[in-house]
């Protein structure tokens, strides 16, 4: 039983997992997500890659907006570059999978660098406005420039293989979007141990002191944006080759809000908080809908009401979680954590 | 020897003349304050020297280098720190976090070790947080808050972690700007003590703007009086104390004539 924590170095004082218990618990969740794919339905498995590819993106959102202060209303379209790229690289150059995936992160990097180049200039709602047009643009890109897109009705991609194994069901998909999410969360964590995280959060609390602390804003934004759009160029790559298919509707200015919304809801500034959003906001509403379909099935006339319900009811559990824990969800897991820290023997 | 160097100094925001045809010296290893009433230009002056501001005329040596067109970030590796008049630090981030991140400049890091971590980013962190602990955190006597957000610590007790995070840029000149505006009595002694250490200690020349005029005239070694963007004068304490300029300015012309002696 965990009756305390005493360090001895200044190594563990600073783990991420900073005790046995929770080394022990990490475990678990590893081995359960091993075993998940084998015991869960097909229906389950698509939820499950759906919510992993949902994650990586929403990561990449948080880095930029939760971490480094930077609002950005176009993340969708960053990853929409990043799916694109994988499409128009598998179909027409005939890339193999694992190159397309760092090939559209650093496509949608490219872009992000670009777009970030005003924020030395713009914050907040500025910054946010010149994001809100960078995803028109690149929206508009996807549809009409149909040489390259196929325009409206988008393109179908053939399964993804790995040195010659298909990858042709979710289950298969299951594993390389496990490795991606572990990949991509432990990097976005290591980062803010480090000095690059650091500048990040002081940039986004006080812009001024951080420079004059020797921080180069212009190039801790420009990472910022970079890694931000490569992590949602890495997501809409998996996303394509899951799917296998991409057309413009995927990528809408509200996809970008769903992204925001899901980091206000799993906690700004936290890599765990945007794991639990993205989750949250993957999975609730399906649960919401079964709710309902049940509900419906006792009460066949209401359905024509409790159809358009679904929606009013998740956009009140957001609201209610906001007003309730501003912080977010990742909040809400430390408290119970600490809860439990020293459980049944706080004092 | 010389340190620093303002050399005819001039900034207007608008049609305002903030600091009009100002120059002043700062020797290696003093305690050099700069007093004067409210809107003096005495903040404006720290900011041209920590590259905040761009002077209209003039220049800023550093060891000898112009500063004058040096970005602010750059200033840092120089060796300049500097605390803030209304706390600048990272709310978001604990007490330890807000002191590493003023050895940004000394740690080299960069991106893609920083995504990876173990190995050098990992060594340099373990580095960096014993010299903090030893170095700083020591000195300062904050080891109890040291991982609490800084957001809930007391006004004096953010004042210290700030001068900690100066601490940490390893400062050749430490800029302090109102260290002790707002502190009791007790706390304004502990700052004092922290100052003249840091000077012993560190061989830390300070440039220090403040209104607790005790303080001032037991600490520092020189003074620059400014009033309305113009240096009145400079010298020791004890000089500027007795100077009918300064006495004027504080006082005003009439008690001038009368009682030259009491400013303080």
Redesign the interface.
């Known amino acids: 039983m965990h009756i305390g924590d005493f360090k001895e170095t ?2 563990s ?2 783990a991420v997992f900073i005790n046995a218990t929770s080394r022990f618990w990490l475990g678990i969740l590893f081995a359960l997500l091993i075993l998940f794919p084998f015991v869960a339905g097909d229906y389950l498995l698509f939820m499950a890659n759906l919510a992993g590819i949902t994650i990586i993106g929403a990561v990449g959102l948080n880095i930029l907006t939760g971490f480094a202060g930077l609002i950005s209303l176009g993340h969708a379209a960053f990853i929409g570059v990043g799916g694109y790229t994988a499409a128009i690289l598998s179909t027409r150059f005939d890339l193999p999978f694992l190159l397309c995936l760092p090939l559209s992160g650093l496509m949608a990097a490219f872009f992000g660098i670009i777009v970030g180049g005003p924020s030395l200039r713009l914050k907040g709602l500025y910054l946010c406005i010149a994001t809100l047009a960078a995803q028109l643009i690149l929206e508009f890109i996807f549809v009409h420039w149909e040489s390259m897109t196929g325009g409206i009705r988008g393109m179908n991609i053939s399964p993804p293989d790995i040195f010659g194994y298909v990858l042709d069901n979710d289950f298969k998909f299951y594993f390389v979007t496990l490795i991606m999410v572990i990949l991509c969360v432990t ?2 964590r ?2 803010f ?7 990040f ?2 940039i ?3 812009d ?10 212009l190039r801790y934004k420009t ?1 910022a944006f970079a ?1 931000s759009s490569f992590l949602a160029g890495i997501s809409g790559c998996l996303w394509v080759n899951f799917l296998k298919t991409i057309t413009p509707e995927h990528f809408p200015l509200l996809e970008s809000v769903r992204y925001l919304a899901m980091i206000i809801v799993g906690g700004m ?1 936290s890599i765990l908080g945007s794991i639990l959003g993205a989750i949250f906001m993957t999975i609730v509403p399906e649960v919401i809908s079964t709710i309902l379909g049940f509900l419906v099935n006792i009460f066949p006339t209401a359905m024509s009401f409790l159809f358009p319900l679904q929606q009013v009811i998740f956009g009140l559990l957001i609201v209610i979680f906001l007003v309730f824990e501003p912080h977010g969800l990742a909040e809400i897991w430390r408290r119970i954590k600490n809860y439990f820290h020293l459980w049944p023997f706080e004092h | 020897m010389k340190i620093l160097s303002i050399d005819h100094i001039s900034l207007s925001f608008g049609g305002l003349n903030v600091l009009s045809d100002v120059s002043f010296d700062v020797n290696q290893g003093e305690i050099f304050a700069i007093i004067g009433p409210n809107g003096a230009g005495k903040t404006s002056i720290l900011n041209i020297i ?3 501001y761009r002077p209209e005329k003039g220049k800023v040596f550093f060891n000898g280098n112009d500063l004058t067109h040096m ?7 120089l060796g300049m720190g ?1 605390t ?1 008049q209304n706390i ?6 604990s007490v330890l ?1 807000n002191i ?6 000394h ?1 080299k ?3 893609m ?5 173990w190995g050098a ?2 060594r ?3 580095e960096l ?2 010299k903090i ?1 030893e170095d700083i955190i020591d000195f300062l006597e904050i080891e109890s808050i040291r991982n609490h957000p800084v957001s809930a610590l007391a006004y004096g007790l953010q004042k210290r972690v700030e001068l900690a ?1 100066a601490l940490a ?1 390893r400062p050749k000149v430490l800029l302090m700007d109102e260290p002790v505006a707002g502190m009791n009595a007790e706390e304004t002694e502990d700052m004092a003590r922290f100052i003249l250490d840091i000077k012993e200690e560190y061989d830390t020349t300070i440039v220090l703007i403040e209104h607790d005029m005790k303080m001032i005239m037991d600490i520092s070694d020189r003074v620059l009086v400014l009033n309305f963007g113009q240096a009145l004068t400079h010298g020791t304490p004890k000089e500027v104390q007795k100077h009918p300029d300064v006495i004027e300015a504080y006082l005003g012309k009439k008690k001038a004539k009368t009682n030259r002696t009491a400013i303080i």
């Open positions: 200044y190594a004082d600073q990097f976005a290591n980062l141990r480090t000095r690059v995280g650091r500048a959060i002081a986004r609390d006080r001024i002191s951080a420079e004059l602390m020797g921080i180069n804003l990472y890694l500034g | 920590s590259g905040f970005p602010a970030d750059k200033r840092a590796a500097r803030f600048a630090l990272y709310h978001g981030m976090d590493k991140l003023g050895a940004h400049y740690l890091t960069g991106l070790s920083a995504l990876w971590y980013a990992h340099e962190e373990m947080r014993k602990e995070r840029m």
